[in-house]
């Protein structure tokens, strides 16, 4: 069955630094997605991604976080100067039509 | 605010018993959705509803659209259906909306 693969599945850097994680979407999926959950809390919705732009994003993703479909098979969420509150399991997920998703298994993201 | 509530918030049962797991949410919406999140973390979407129910395997999803409300039901319950179980729901557009979760523990 095919399958979201989210890479490196555990990262630790330190406060300020960037960090890219990385997902690999299911090859004819259309719709890109985001979430993260940090340890205890829900699961929020980042952004959504359509088409090569952003559909929609939440209060959450603000200007330090950026996505990109770089080469037509990885989709990437940048942040770009961490902080100690980004700590969470992020969480990429693909859609065909833009209803039904399939998860990645996440990535676990611990600042420093 | 919190556009999606789920009850309980966590659940004990017996192996073998019948389970139910509800939601409401108070936007317009055009789909809802019943995710599985597994003790390591991964999610695994098990429905999307945008009217009646949905039956697969032991597991069968409910929506009443007029009553913003949805029910995640488990037959024959068995201790590898602990989880948590997230209600989440997709208005008009994009955008996500999660339940808390149900923590749900099948004794055996």
């Known amino acids: 069955e095919p399958e979201v693969t989210q890479t490196p599945s555990h990262q630790v850097t330190q406060m300020g630094q960037e960090v890219i994680l990385r997902c690999v979407p299911i090859?004819?999926?259309?719709?890109f997605y985001w979430y993260r959950q940090i340890l205890g809390q829900k699961v929020e919705f980042l952004v959504s991604?359509?088409?090569?732009?952003?559909?929609?994003k939440s209060e959450i993703f603000d200007d330090q976080f950026s996505v990109e479909r770089p080469d037509g098979s990885n989709f990437t969420l940048k942040i770009r100067s961490t902080k100690l509150e980004d700590s969470a399991m992020y969480f990429c997920?693909?859609?065909?039509?833009?209803?039904?998703?399939?998860f990645g298994s996440g990535t676990r993201l611990t600042v420093v | 605010k919190n556009e999606v509530e789920q009850s309980p918030q966590n659940l004990t049962a017996q192996e073998g018993e019948f389970i139910t797991i509800n939601c409401s949410y108070s936007?317009?919406?055009?789909?809802l959705h019943w995710l599985q999140q597994h003790p390591g973390g991964g999610i695994v979407s098990l429905f999307m509803?945008?009217?009646g129910k949905k039956k697969h395997g032991r597991l069968i999803a409910t929506i009443n659209i007029q009553e913003k409300h949805s029910s995640l039901h488990i037959t024959a319950s068995h201790p590898r259906d602990s989880a948590v179980y997230i209600c989440a729901v997709t208005p008009w557009g994009n955008q996500f909306y999660f339940g808390t979760g149900t923590s749900l523990t099948v004794i055996p």
């Open positions: 090859s004819n999926h259309l719709y």
């Open positions: 997920a693909s859609s065909l039509t833009g209803y039904g998703y399939t």
């Open positions: 991604f359509y088409n090569n732009e952003i559909s929609e």
């Open positions: 509803l945008s009217s």
């Open positions: 936007v317009g919406i055009s789909a």
